[in-house]
């Protein structure tokens, strides 16, 4: 069981120490090193589109943190205060925020795969009796979230 999860840190983790690593590199080729450097962060500090990018990113990354820690707590204290039903209710609101994505995100593609290669349920394709099997029509108002 140790070697799987080791395997696993491994997938997971040695590419973006390899990123890191090949950050520092002298060569102006990522396919092999050639040697230790930190000209690309120069260059890249030195560019006053992305440092302003940069503090654009920090600035925004800073405020959303601080925003969800402030609004989580309040909800935490606040769902403490309130009955089950209640908790209840906002516990599907808040399980519902995770799904929807997925959701949209999985309805859009099958819609695109439709409308780009004609792709359908295979499945469907096949038991269905006759030339065209049914396909999904939904409006792209529908769809854009």
Do not use: C
């Not at 050639?34 to 925004?60: M, R």
């Not at 205060?81 to 209640?86: D, E, L, N, Q, S």
């Amino acid at each position: 069981m140790r070697a799987f999860v080791v395997a696993v840190f491994a997938f997971l983790y040695l590419p973006i120490a390899l990123v890191v690593l090949f950050s520092f590199n002298a060569g102006h080729h990522a396919s092999e090193f050639t040697g230790f450097s930190t000209q690309w962060y120069g260059k890249t500090l030195s560019n006053p589109f992305l440092v302003e990018a940069l503090k654009n990113s920090l600035f925004i990354a800073t405020t959303s943190a601080l925003l969800a820690a402030v609004a989580g707590t309040a909800a935490a204290l606040g769902l403490q205060r309130v009955g089950a039903r209640t908790r209840a209710v906002f516990d599907g609101l808040l399980g519902a925020a995770i799904v929807v994505p997925g959701v949209v995100i999985g309805i859009s593609t099958l819609v695109a795969l439709v409308q780009l290669f004609g792709v359908v349920n295979p499945f469907v394709a096949e038991l269905w009796p006759g030339d065209q099997p049914p396909r999904l029509a939904l409006g792209y108002g529908s769809i854009i979230a």
